[in-house]
């Protein structure tokens, strides 16, 4: 029989966060103590362990997240390694009897707490999931078939006609505590950057934590959601929300976007700018539900034919891309935030990826790990799904034959060169004519600018027109194989 004054563990992951935290309330509202528990487990994920700049948000995350619950009365504890080690032994030192968890949704989490659940209530705990990440769990949003869902605008659709999404859960007012059970520093786990100290423009670029979520969401629902449609692909234009790396480590959830950003329809008239806004977070419902369905998503292309691709294993030219050196202003520009900040601009995200898997030849798992080691919103889902997308061999892909030009590209999303320049000094002088494509410019302007290709700025490391040729070559030949 449970004792109702034994500890209730609350084990947070990614759902970092107080309100709308369905595991969290569901414990505060028994009355029982509660402990709350983070485990850094680097041993489930495997090759999808936390990147650099992933580590760096969750220290400052956890941090906001320890002051949160200790105004609550339950001071956070850490723990490290293993979690099906770690859990039975907070069990044993806390009394605990009842363990509650906001549900993952990547391959190894879903294995990883299948078999704790199962171990756990071998030994007579109670063990209860909750959905705080999705606005619909994966396997409740089929297609007439009771299949899963491969193109996103049914999907999006069928999620649409299952109606508003759960209104959130508050934040507990106070909290119980259960007895002092000790924990690490989150100092010794050195989640952040020494030497060298490279974090530098994400201390600048970023709040994490749950008030710098919700400050994140409400200047963007009172600043921008209304020119969100218009200008959302203008990477020179502050116009997005920048809140994925919020929902990825939990500090909001998508049921609080959702229903804050349907206040801010009818409170100022954005409807369509908003239902665009919306869209997005469907596309990361979407990313989720594939995942889920397809567990091979992050290292297997979805499209068979895609297996057999004639990609090219250029060490140079990947550290090139990797280090904004392609001789490209948008793609380089975009390379450099992403360093500096730990993010980059969606639009941005389509056009070096298209360089990288298209001009280049280079296969889309290199990027996808690039992108996982420096991005502050990596995640699983998103990431694979995305790759695959641009790279033509996933669900909902673009026609493979799409390969963005990049110097096009730029003109159109960057007209004044503005992002360029903020990115790439080297090019600030150069007139707007040029600022795309360097190499035009005649030596009298590029001398007048302060630019010398190959010494200020590198000359491009590829011809466009040859490589999109060679790109479209490489795509016939797979499909007639596949034929």
Known sequence: MADSQAPLLVWFRQDLRLADN???????????????????????????????????????????????????????????GDPSAILPQMVAESGADIVHWNRCYEPFAIARDEAIKTALKADGLTVRSFNSALLHEP?????????????????????????????????????????????????????????????????????????????????????????????????????????????????????????????????????????????????????????????QLPETPLRAEFGDFPWHDDRPALKAWQRGLTGFPIVDAGMRELWHTGWMHNRVRMIVASFLVKDLLIPWQEGEAWFWDTLVDADLANNSASWQWVAGCGADAAPYFRVFNPVLQGQKFDPNGDYVRKWIPALAELPVDYIHNPWTASEGELRQAGVTLGETYPKPIVDHDVARKRALDAFERIKKAAA
């Not at 959601?225 to 929902?247: C, F, M, N, W």
């Open 139 to 295: 396997w409740t949003v089929e297609n007439k078939a009771g299949d899963p869902f491969r193109v996103y605008s049914p999907f999006w659709r069928a999620c649409l006609a299952k109606g508003e999404p759960d209104t959130p859960l508050p934040a507990p007012e106070a909290l119980i505590p259960a007895p002092g059970v000790a924990g690490d520093a989150l100092s010794d786990w050195a989640l952040l950057p020494h030497t060298p100290d490279w974090a530098a423009g994400m201390r600048e670029s970023w709040v994490p934590g749950e008030e710098g979520a919700r400050q994140r969401l409400a200047g963007f629902l009172d600043e921008s959601v209304g020119r969100y449609k218009a200008q959302r692909d203008r990477p020179d234009i502050e116009a997005t929300s920048r809140l994925s790396p919020h929902l990825h480590f939990g500090e909001i959830g998508p049921r609080q976007v959702w229903h804050a950003t349907s206040h801010a329809m009818n409170e100022s008239g954005t409807g369509p700018s908003a239902q665009k806004f919306l869209s997005e977070v469907g596309w990361r419902e979407f990313s989720h539900h594939l995942l889920f369905h397809n567990r």
């Open 22 to 80: 369905p595991a969290l309330h569901a414990a505060a509202v028994t009355g029982r103590p509660v402990l709350p528990l983070y485990i850094l487990d680097d041993g489930a994920p495997g090759r999808w362990a936390m990147g650099g700049a992933s580590r760096w948000w969750l220290h400052y995350s956890l941090q906001a997240l320890a002051d949160s619950l200790a105004r609550l009365g339950a001071p956070l504890v850490l723990r490290k």
